[in-house]
């Protein structure tokens, strides 16, 4: 996420971001505190948890608050081969946030998962950064 503030870009209009990397989040990667902040600090409570066993997974979700609204960060490492189906179980999860008309955001997406995306869940709107 070089080069872009997060914290300017994400508005109460938000509700969540999909985040594609290739690194595991304990690997730290660029744009984790920005989105540890939109998170009030969650991903570095999760990542400093020693009571974990493991921190490598390939997806995570992760459930906070922003502007009085649930705020979800999906995120998916992108070696993996199902990168669609995963961010796909992410969004069906946030469905039940009830929301409609609200943006999510998302990082590293491929132009063919954002435009299934777009498709299969038509209540919101995909804006890539």
Known sequence: MKGIDLLKV???EAIGLIWITQDYLINVPEGLLQIDYLLDGQLIDYLNNKDKVNRDYKKNLFIGEQFGNPFFLGHVREENNSVASDVFEIL???????LKDKI???????????????QKYSDYTFKSI
Do not use: A
């Open 10 to 12: 994400i508005g109460p």
């Open 104 to 118: 999510i955001f998302t990082y590293g997406l491929e132009k063919d998962i954002l435009n299934r995306c777009n």
């Open 92 to 98: 069906d999860v946030t469905k039940s946030f009830h």
